[in-house]
């Protein structure tokens, strides 16, 4: 049957590893020491040292070549116009959003100047006008900051009626002037000029007191009970403003009438009460018109003749003079025998 197969004849004793294919493995010396290692050899001694080969670099990526722009193509260069551009109605919300922030931000500052100057119990605020220096006797009277006590929305108009408080007192100085160079002119003029004095001296504090503390106070607490005293008080130093515009002989006040009847005697004393009389004027002008903004101003809050006669009745009865008076007419009515 073995002609009629392809596969040869066994051979005995036949050694595998005499075989073509195994003794052309165990001679490459490509392969790992290791393998060479025969276990059953009767040869003694450790394997040898295991010799790795070295690893072959992997292979590099493929790198895309630059793409090229054609010369119609337009570069981004990061031009300003790059912005979206803001419709009128979102720039008209950003602009309501930073005028809330800045008044946050003015209310955050006002609370933490309160918060600074905020007084502890049994304590009390230090007094800081009129500014003296520390080495006068006389103190403060009165403590006024307009910028922490009044609101923000009448804030210009306080500071407004300061101002003018200081124009009204200067004016009043430079009629002590006018009126002192009158008198070494026409010494038969003392009497306009002791006037003269005595309104320097008596106007220019009553004045700050009766109403520019008044409508500071008015401002500072929304009250009706001061509204309605500014309004009385400031009224009459009007009527006297016109008083002394015009001018009235003897009285101390160099109006027009003194300062043209001046003229004929001394012309530089004439112009010097001249320029008097425009002082008074404009100081005239100048109080009607805040009269009307505070009035105005006035009408902007929640201040009512009701209100106001509820403060005066709270005012007087939490006076302490007030009630130990009324405590002591009390116990004499029952006392007095009947």
Not at 148 to 164: A, D, G, K
Not at 181 to 200: E, N
């Amino acid at each position: 049957m073995s002609k009629y197969t392809s596969f040869p004849e066994p051979i005995e004793d036949h050694n595998p590893f005499q075989d073509p294919a195994v003794t052309q493995h165990s001679s490459n010396t490509g392969y790992a020491t290791l393998d060479l290692y025969n276990p059953f050899d009767n040869k003694t001694g450790p394997p040898p040292p295991y010799e790795a080969t070295s690893p072959s670099a992997p292979p590099l990526p493929a790198q895309t070549p630059p793409s090229r722009t054609t010369p119609t193509e337009p570069r981004n260069y990061g031009s300003y116009n790059s912005k979206p551009v803001v419709s009128a109605a979102t720039a008209e919300l950003l602009r309501k959003q930073e005028e809330l922030e800045k008044k946050a931000r003015e209310l955050e500052r006002r609370e933490r100047e309160l918060e600074s100057h905020s007084l502890g119990p049994g304590a009390s605020r230090q007094n800081n006008w009129p500014p003296l220096p520390s080495f006068c006797p006389v103190g403060s009277c009165f403590y006024q900051d307009i910028s922490l006590e009044i609101s923000q929305t009448f804030q210009r108009t306080v500071t407004i009626m300061y101002y003018f408080w200081m124009f009204s007192a200067g004016t009043l100085l430079f009629n002590l002037i006018s009126s002192l160079a009158m008198f070494c002119v026409d010494p038969s003029g003392g009497v306009g000029l002791g006037l003269a004095i005595l309104w320097a001296l008596l106007f220019t504090p009553c004045s700050f007191v009766c109403w520019y503390r008044t409508v500071y106070k008015a401002f500072r607490s929304d009250s009706s009970f001061n509204f309605f005293a500014f309004f009385f008080i400031f009224f009459a130093q009007v009527v006297v403003f016109v008083i002394m515009t015009i001018g009235i002989p003897e009285w101390g006040f160099s109006g027009w009438i003194v300062s043209l009847a001046a003229l004929k005697k001394s012309v530089p004393v004439g112009v010097i009460m001249m320029l008097n009389a425009v002082l008074f004027t404009a100081q005239t002008a100048m109080g009607v018109v805040m009269l009307k903004k505070v009035h105005s101003l006035y009408r902007q809050t929640d201040a009512s003749f009701q209100k106001a006669q509820a403060e005066f009745a709270t005012g007087v009865m939490s006076n302490q003079a007030v009630r130990q008076a009324a405590t002591t007419a009390a116990q004499g009515a029952f006392a007095a025998p009947r």
